[in-house]
Nanobody
Framework: QVQVVESGGGLVQAGGSLRLSCAASGSIFSINAMGWYRQAPGKQRELVATVTSGGSTNYTDAVKGRFTISRDNAKNTVHLQMNSLKPEDTAVYYC??????????????WGQGTQVTVSS
């Protein structure tokens, strides 16, 4: 079994910063990609940023230049540094890991989500 746990959400004023962290643990052989998604009330879950094991990153246009995703392959962790936050960034943020398990099967795992609220 694999567990994905996020931390670091909270309430911040517009223009402020937050850092989200995520750790994957359990029956992991390796992790292909890790990323962050978010879901605002009444909206579908959307991709925020992803990073591969090789360090290639991808961001949704809305966060480019403000958010930075980073990863520690040795620790199976991924972080999202969020700067210049806007009220429209308010959402539940979910960590995702595409894992090659010890059984040599690829599986996708989600964290439980962490709330980010940006006040105007």
């Amino acid at each position: 079994q694999v567990q994905v746990v996020e931390s670091g959400g909270g309430l911040v004023q517009a223009g402020g910063s937050l850092r989200l962290s995520c750790a994957a643990s359990g029956s992991i052989f390796s992790i292909n990609a890790m990323g962050w998604y978010r879901q605002a009330p009444g909206k579908q879950r959307e991709l925020v940023a992803t990073v591969t094991s090789g360090g290639s990153t991808n961001y949704t246009d809305a966060v480019k230049g403000r958010f930075t995703i980073s990863r520690d392959n040795a620790k199976n962790t991924v972080h999202l540094q969020m700067n210049s936050l806007k009220p429209e960034d308010t959402a539940v943020y979910y960590c995702y890991a595409r894992v090659l398990t010890n059984m040599r099967a690829y599986r996708g795992y989600w964290g439980q989500g962490t709330q980010v609220t940006v006040s105007s």
